[in-house]
């Protein structure tokens, strides 16, 4: 089994920034693919960026520009750094991981940006 918790969510106005961090733990030997998606209110959970081993990563056109991923392999963590954020971009953001074909979920941070 493994555990993803993340944390840095909170409330920002328009055009601030918030960084995102998520960190892996339990049976982590098998990670590959790392990444981030949202769910906002009354819509369906969408990806917003995703990093793999070599650090390949694949983002959302939406944030494209403004969000960026990266990641530790050594740390098992991942972390989402927002910048010139959007009151669109008001969501529950959630961690995910991919450990040996297995998905793994976090509990979800809450984004709320103010316009």
């Known amino acids: 089994q493994m555990q993803l918790v993340e944390s840095g969510g909170g409330l920002v106005q328009a055009g601030g920034s918030l960084r995102l961090s998520c960190a892996a733990s339990g049976s982590i030997f098998g990670i590959c693919l790392m990444g981030w998606y949202r769910q906002a209110p009354g819509k369906q959970r969408e990806l917003v960026a995703n990093i793999g081993t070599g650090s390949s990563t694949n983002y959302a056109d939406s944030v494209k520009g403004r969000f960026t991923i990266s990641r530790d392999n050594a740390k098992n963590t991942v972390d989402l750094q927002m910048n010139d954020l959007k009151p669109d971009d008001t969501a529950v953001y959630y961690c995910?991981?991919?450990?040996?074909?297995?998905?793994?979920w976090g509990q979800g941070t809450q984004v709320t940006v103010s316009s």
């Open positions: 995910n991981a991919v450990n040996f074909g297995r998905l793994y």
